[in-house]
């Protein structure tokens, strides 16, 4: 019998941890000779990865919330480096969380240990000049849109677009529509600090128009538990349910989001939707100059057009997000959904095509 391959894989949030269970089963049925270890959420836990880390501990985004959490994170990427440096894994692959797996891969670089990048950092958007340590550090980079491709071939970097999970396979159509309004306010705790009184007082305006059923997705307990204090504060009445926003946007009448990959989900799932996003003012500042796109969402980057509305920063009020909001219940949902199917189609690859890249890199 062959040995064990053995695959280090570190998912930096919730939607990694659920590109990652996507890859492992995919990899499974390729090879169901490998052990996984690294730092995964509950739906890789779940397909045997062995967690040696908490994920929320890497769920940090933007310059000023990251230094605050910088110990921490230091900490665990030492453990990680020391950890794999005895065990040599197979193979490295670093999921989404640029910052933290880019640099895991250059450490681990050192040891010969080979390095994948699922799902490719914006350097099409800002800081350009990482392909350059992408292409040092990275043997393959694994990218869900399809653009990426010819950006990082031009660069001589080896890369695969794999698409998106929720897209495979997917041929609903989710034109049967409940009454509900859905709220999903992000998974990382400053993001629901920054925008979930926000978007509670929007919902409570829309409410006053016209009659939904208020639900909010919380990505974990803590979440859940901040989410119910609100909720009491300011008298509204939602149901709150965990870590399972794919069920309710396939459903929901409109989706009011944080800005991130959940908005691809969405529009896979042909679920009508308003993205907002608002982080701290200095780090807009900085990342305003820096930045090279106008638009912000992934529907929109890929349609290369305002498709879904988004409210960023100072357009992130409770005012805004209802009346964009008002104005998407009242569109016709036949025009959505042929353009969210239109754009969906561009997501859509072989499924196993990934894993297939990932285990010719190990062979090679």
């Known amino acids: 019998m062959a040995p064990k391959l053995k695959i280090a894989i570190v998912a930096g949030e919730l939607s990694g941890d659920a590109l990652g269970s996507s890859l492992m089963k995919e990899l499974y049925k390729i090879n169901q000779n490998i052990d996984f270890e690294g730092i995964a959420g509950p739906s890789m836990q779940a397909l045997g990865a062995k967690s040696l880390a908490n994920l929320e501990d890497l769920s940090v985004m933007g310059l000023f919330e990251v230094l605050k959490s910088l110990p921490k994170i230091l900490a665990i990427k030492r453990k990680l480096i020391k950890h794999f440096k005895k065990v040599k894994p197979d193979l490295y692959i670093g999921i989404d969380a640029p910052d933290f797996n880019l640099r895991m891969s ?68 989710y034109s049967s529509r409940n009454n509900t309004l859905l709220l999903l306010p992000g998974s990382r705790i400053k993001e629901i600090n920054n925008i979930l009184e926000t978007i509670l007082k929007a919902a409570k305006k829309i409410l006053t128009v016209i009659k939904l059923d208020l639900h909010i997705v919380a990505a974990n307990q803590k979440i859940k538990n901040i989410i119910q204090e609100k909720l009491n504060e300011y008298s509204i009445k939602a149901s709150i349910s965990q870590s399972d926003a794919h069920i309710h946007l396939k459903q929901a009448r409109l989706a ?11 529009m896979v799932f042909k679920c009508p939707m308003l993205v907002v996003y608002k982080i701290n003012h200095l780090t807009y500042a900085i990342v305003k100059r820096m930045i090279k796109i106008k638009l912000y969402s992934l529907p929109n980057i890929i349609a290369d057009q305002e498709i879904v509305p988004e409210l960023i920063q100072n357009k992130c009020t409770a005012s805004n997000i209802a009346f964009h909001a008002l104005g998407i219940l009242i569109k016709d949902y036949n025009e959505i959904n042929k353009e969210f199917n239109t754009m969906t189609q561009k997501l859509i690859t072989n499924s196993n095509i990934g894993a297939k890249a990932c285990l010719e890199l190990i062979d090679a």
């Open 106 to 173: 250059k450490a681990l670089k050192k040891f010969n240990i080979k390095t994948v990048q699922y799902v490719s950092p914006s350097i099409w958007a800002w800081r350009e000049n990482r392909v350059h340590f992408i292409k040092k550090n990275i043997d393959l980079v694994l990218n869900i849109l399809p653009f990426e491709s010819k950006f990082y071939h031009k660069h001589q970097v080896k890369s695969v677009f794999v698409g998106h999970p929720c897209a495979l396979n997917n041929k609903e159509n």
């Open 256 to 266: 009011i989001l944080a800005s991130g990959t959940i908005a691809l989900e969405a």
